[in-house]
């Protein structure tokens, strides 16, 4: 079974960056789109950005493009998420998922969390004004 974990949270001002970085314990065509999502108190979760294992296939959500960046080292298995200009409103739990290569193509078209099958523990983010 393939385990991911996440690190990189913590709490910023409005405007920092920060950068979340998830590791999985193996590759596999499981794990071929490994994507970001975060939930705030009171919301559902919501796909955040995604990345498939070539190296050049990306989705980003509207609140996340221009300012978050997500890139995956297949080598090592890790996918990092490289958040700048955070804002409050980026205050939630970001959880770390992998899924086959379908999940990416599902994430382009208004996919969810049940495009995934594994997920991360998920590691706070808090951005204060």
């Known amino acids: 079974q393939v385990r991911l974990m996440e690190s990189g949270g913590g709490s910023v001002q409005a405007g920092e960056s920060l950068r979340l970085s998830c590791a999985a314990s193996?590759?596999?065509?499981?794990?071929?789109?490994m994507a970001w999502f975060r939930q705030a108190p009171g919301k559902e979760r919501e796909g955040v950005a995604a990345?498939?294992?070539?190296?050049?296939?990306?989705f980003y959500a509207d609140s996340a493009k221009g300012r978050f960046t997500i890139s995956q080292d297949t080598a090592k298995n890790v996918v990092d998420l490289q958040m700048n200009s955070l804002k409050p409103e980026d205050t939630a739990m970001y959880y770390c998922?992998?899924?086959?290569?379908?999940?990416?193509?599902?994430?382009?078209?208004?996919?969810?969390?049940?495009?995934?099958?594994?997920w991360g523990q998920g590691t706070q983010v808090t951005v204060s004004s």
């Open positions: 998922a992998a899924g086959p290569a379908s999940s990416c193509i599902q994430m382009g078209v208004g996919g969810t969390e049940r495009d995934f099958g594994t």
């Open positions: 193996r590759y596999t065509a499981s794990t071929a789109c």
């Open positions: 990345a498939y294992a070539d190296g050049v296939s990306t």
